[in-house]
């Protein structure tokens, strides 16, 4: 028995000092001292979410018809490919969510530009390879292609659409070795390869127009066959506006077009204050509950202080490695669960005291405090995560992402209480108290 107590005392220190490692860091490496060779790096820094860091919300609505019945899937795949597009245009910690059955919400921490961030994700990038024939187009010119040929006007020449974007396989941003310039490679789906190569076998010294939604990008000559497969889209292109078009092209059009409803611009001051309070709120109430069980159960409770300690650093390294993106209803998860915490150890000590007065030896009245305060503590905390869960599954239907912060830190809260109550507290008890004679410290536990 005492065997399994030192194993689980090494086991928790061990644990308490990864779990303080990760809360006092912002970025884990560990190199191999072999090889030097790096085994991780990781940022783990603290996530916050938009009430904290400031930035944009806006509510996006199926831009259809009130009658049209919009297809669950296809909201899904919107809110997939918004969502690539904006981590793809290095906007970080985006939260989508599809709220009911024709609206999406969407969060965008630190953004500096929110309008720019939601026009380009709404664009639809319709790619198109169009036959230019014998005739150079400049860049940015406006053309009617026969993917739409009634849009056309009396007179004008419409040119014939070689392929469409849903023939790109892969997209990627290069930089040309002659100039520097950036270039968009891509390769084409095995079907469409046929199509791009007899067109170019047929079409050497012509002008084929790559064309994105009705404007002329760039109309290179068709030099020699292109018949791998493989080809590149060039032309003035910087970085960013060569990345912004490979993500239109990689994402493709989307299944449902949005429109911006309503959107709402959160402040970083508000965020920096609510932080300082919430961290202010958090050290008060930790500082109140570790005094209150320090006073009311004496050695115990200054024992179980010590596994609060515990419960805290392993709930901060959770947050930062899962990770967790900290909103404000987050942060009162967090703060509840402080108290929820102790809520175990309430049980155990009031039953620690019966069974003292029963005439147990210290050993024997811990155990069965445990093992007798378990099926309330287990029940309770039971009944906790269930209203977890059900807020977590309203916040996902309805796109209250607030809700779901609430409820995935009080839950972890919950798991990581029950684990230092049952665990930590009684091995602490042990080790400092096994060899303990009750008759002469009976003051030491309240009695």
Request: aromatic share 6%; proline share 3%; charged share 15%.
């Amino acid at each position: 028995m005492n065997r399994n107590r030192n194993l689980w005392l090494v086991l928790i220190l061990l644990l308490t000092a990864f779990s303080a490692w990760v809360a006092f860091s912002n970025r884990i490496l560990i190199v191999n001292p072999a090889t030097n060779e790096t085994m991780i790096d990781r940022n783990v820094a603290v996530k916050l979410g938009l009430d904290l860091r400031g930035g944009l919300q806006a509510l996006l609505e199926a831009d259809v018809p009130a009658d049209r019945i919009i297809n669950a899937e296809d909201m899904g795949n919107t809110k997939t490919i918004l969502e690539n597009r904006a981590n793809g245009l290095g906007v970080s910690e985006v939260v989508m969510q599809v709220a009911g059955d024709r609206r999406i919400v969407a969060e965008f921490p630190g953004v500096s530009d929110p309008e720019a961030i939601v026009a380009a994700l709404k664009q639809t990038a319709l790619l198109e390879f169009v036959d230019m024939g014998d005739t150079p187009v400049a860049a940015g010119t406006a053309i009617v292609t026969d993917t739409d040929a009634s849009q056309a006007t009396e007179g004008q020449q419409v040119y014939h659409t070689v392929m469409t974007g849903a023939a790109l396989d892969t997209v990627s941003v290069g930089q040309n070795s002659v100039g520097g310039t950036y270039a968009i490679s891509f390769t084409l789906k095995s079907d469409a390869s046929q199509i791009f190569a007899d067109y170019t076998t047929a079409n050497v010294g012509k002008y084929l127009g790559i064309v994105l939604d009705k404007k002329v990008i760039s109309a290179p000559t068709v030099s020699t066959p292109i018949t791998g497969g493989q080809g590149q889209i060039s032309g003035n292109f910087t970085y960013e506006s060569a990345n912004t078009l490979a993500i239109q092209l990689r994402s493709g059009s989307l299944p449902v077009p949005v429109k911006v409803v309503e959107s709402r611009t959160v402040g970083p001051t508000l965020g920096e204050e609510s932080v300082r309070k919430s961290v202010l709120a958090g050290a008060i109430g930790l500082a109140v509950v570790i005094l209150f069980m320090a006073f009311n159960y004496r050695l115990p409770g200054i024992i179980a202080d010590l596994a609060l300690i515990v419960y805290a650093l392993v709930s901060l390294m959770l947050f930062k490695l899962i990770p967790v993106t900290l909103t404000l209803p987050g942060i009162a998860g967090f703060i509840l669960s402080i108290g929820m915490a102790v809520d175990a150890n309430v049980l155990i000590f009031e039953r620690l005291k019966e069974e003292l007065r029963a005439g147990r030896t210290l050993s024997q009245a811990i155990d069965l405090a445990w093992s007798r305060a378990w099926p309330s503590i287990r029940d309770s905390n039971i009944s906790t995560l269930i209203t977890c869960a059900i807020l977590f599954l309203f916040g996902n239907t309805f796109g209250a992402s607030m809700v779901k912060g609430f409820s995935v830190t009080l839950a972890l809260g919950v798991l990581v209480s029950l684990f230092t109550a049952i665990n930590v507290t009684r091995t602490f008890l042990h080790t400092a108290l096994d060899n303990l004679k009750l008759g002469g410290h009976q003051s030491w536990f309240g009695l």
